[in-house]
């Protein structure tokens, strides 16, 4: 039986941490950022945990990093 493939744009943007969890950099940061608050810029630092419906689809396509 061949090797699935994982998807070479979530291994780039995703990492699957020890539980299971999908983390992924905070969105909305790219471009734009005079018009948001400085609150919400200070929030978006970082990374966060995806949620469970969108990390479900994540992990279908990434067979190995569970």
Known sequence: MPKMKTKSS???RFKVSA???VIT???G???GM???S???IRDARGTT???DPDAKII???MPYDR
């Open 29 to 31: 940061k790219r471009h």
């Open 10 to 12: 979530c291994k780039k």
């Open 25 to 27: 950099a905070q969105a």
């Open 59 to 61: 992990k279908s396509m």
């Open 34 to 36: 005079i018009k948001r």
């Open 19 to 21: 539980t299971g969890k």
């Open 49 to 51: 945990v995806m949620s």
């Open 38 to 40: 400085k609150k919400f």
